[in-house]
């Protein structure tokens, strides 16, 4: 992941009101002092990861954080996007899904798309075995 992450916890259950969500990925960053949340999306990327994605943040920015913490961080990998659809689904100001002060510390897009075609290929292999024991 880069410098200063630790890994807090995987499929992360948080409740709102009765509704049950689960964030595929959650980080702490001690440099940046804030929580990175990562959704991954084996599909094209839409409209509704983004919000989905968007509540996440919101949701630990309002219960999770300190006060003296920064700003959640949240990053969503996916197999591909419309780059005008992201554009219009986030407001121009936004500083919750991009940040760019904090680009030094996240790691590249060739570290990213490397350990996505990695999960793909990890995906396709398992359900190769799957079909084949079926």
């Given amino acids: 992941m880069g410098k200063g992450f630790s890994f807090d916890s995987r499929q992360k259950r948080i409740l709102i009101e009765d509704d049950e969500f689960f964030i595929d990925l959650v980080f702490y960053n001690r440099l940046l002092r804030?929580?990175?949340?990562?959704e991954l999306k084996t599909g094209k990327l839409t409209h509704q990861d983004l919000g989905q994605l968007q509540m996440y943040v919101n949701y630990y920015d309002?219960?999770?954080?300190l006060p003296d913490e920064n700003p959640t961080i949240g990053i969503l990998l996916c197999s591909s996007k419309n780059d005008t659809a992201v554009k219009m689904a986030l407001p121009e100001d936004n500083t919750t899904i991009l940040a760019s002060e904090y680009q030094l510390y996240l790691p590249?897009?060739?570290q990213l798309v490397k350990e996505i075609e990695e999960v793909k290929q990890l995906v396709k292999n398992e359900k190769e075995e799957t079909e084949k024991w079926n």
Avoid: A, G, H, M
């Fill in 34 to 38: 804030c929580f990175v949340l990562i």
């Fill in 62 to 65: 309002r219960n999770i954080k």
């Fill in 108 to 110: 590249t897009s060739e």
